[in-house]
């Protein structure tokens, strides 16, 4: 639920398709966390605590945020609200596909993910262990709906927001998520550049 790539990826989306885009983008990011969850529940977890894998993640991971809120920004002179479509109609399919994309490449590309999972989700993983698969199934279950509830939200509120939006403001909110984006790369960059000089 932390602000980055995912959730500017649903803010950008559900202006346009609503309530479809939140399911939509966690079904994208359930596709890269389910295996992510499994490999450290088989062994991937103490790799991912070392400070040489956090570094080049937070280089890399910064690298890709950084291009991602320089093309926010650069479009942002000319980017148009989107006209409105059906809400009950939900995206056409390519735009669902796209959607569901979008939520896997942000997901990849947020260094965050991978320090969340090696450090936090693996704190959670460890107290479900003594249930076994029960009670890994039950911790991935509760944290998917989590995801659901605020990501869909978040889609529900842009779309029934942007009647209050005009093209400059639309223009103002994508600029700031870029702003943003950008801000998110240099701290992991520079956190990632710490943690390689340290190992």
Same mark, same amino acid.
């Given at each position: 639920?932390m ?8 803010v950008?989306?559900?202006?346009r398709?609503g309530?479809?885009?939140g399911p ?7 596709a890269v966390?389910?295996p ?5 529940? #088989?062994?991937? +977890?103490?790799? /991912?605590a070392?400070?040489?894998?956090v &570094?080049v *993640?937070?280089?890399?991971g910064?690298?890709?945020?950084l291009?991602m ?6 479009a942002?002179p ?8 059906d809400?009950?109609?939900g995206?056409p ?6 959607i569901?994309?979008a ?5 990849l ?11 936090v989700?693996?704190n959670?993983?460890?107290h479900?262990?003594?249930?076994g ?5 039950v #911790?991935?279950? +509760?944290?998917l /709906?989590a995801d659901?509830?605020?990501? &869909?939200? *978040?889609?529900?509120s842009?779309h029934?927001g942007?009647?209050l939006?005009s ?6 909110l994508?600029?700031?998520?870029g702003?943003?984006l ?14 390689l000089?340290?190992?």
């Amino acid at each position: 639920m932390m602000p980055g790539p995912v959730l500017f990826a649903t803010v950008r989306w559900g202006v346009r398709h609503g309530r479809w885009v939140g399911p939509a983008i966690v079904a994208g990011h359930a596709a890269v966390e389910v295996p992510l969850m499994l490999a450290i529940i #088989f062994g991937l +977890g103490e790799v /991912l605590a070392r400070p040489s894998f956090v &570094g080049v *993640v937070g280089l890399l991971g910064g690298a890709a945020l950084l291009g991602m809120g320089v093309l926010m920004l650069a479009a942002t002179p000319t980017i148009e609200l989107p006209g409105p479509p059906d809400p009950a109609a939900g995206p056409p399919a390519p735009a669902a596909w796209h959607i569901v994309a979008a939520g896997a490449l942000t997901s990849l590309a947020n260094p965050y993910f991978p320090l969340w999972w090696g450090t936090v989700g693996m704190n959670f993983l460890v107290h479900a262990r003594p249930l076994g698969a029960s009670g890994y199934v039950v #911790f991935y279950v +509760g944290h998917l /709906l989590a995801d659901l509830a605020w990501y &869909g939200a *978040v889609s529900e509120s842009v779309h029934h927001g942007r009647r209050l939006l005009s093209d400059r403001s639309y223009r103002w909110l994508v600029g700031a998520c870029g702003v943003l984006l950008i801000g998110f790369a240099l701290f992991f960059a520079q956190r990632g550049w710490r943690f390689l000089a340290a190992s």
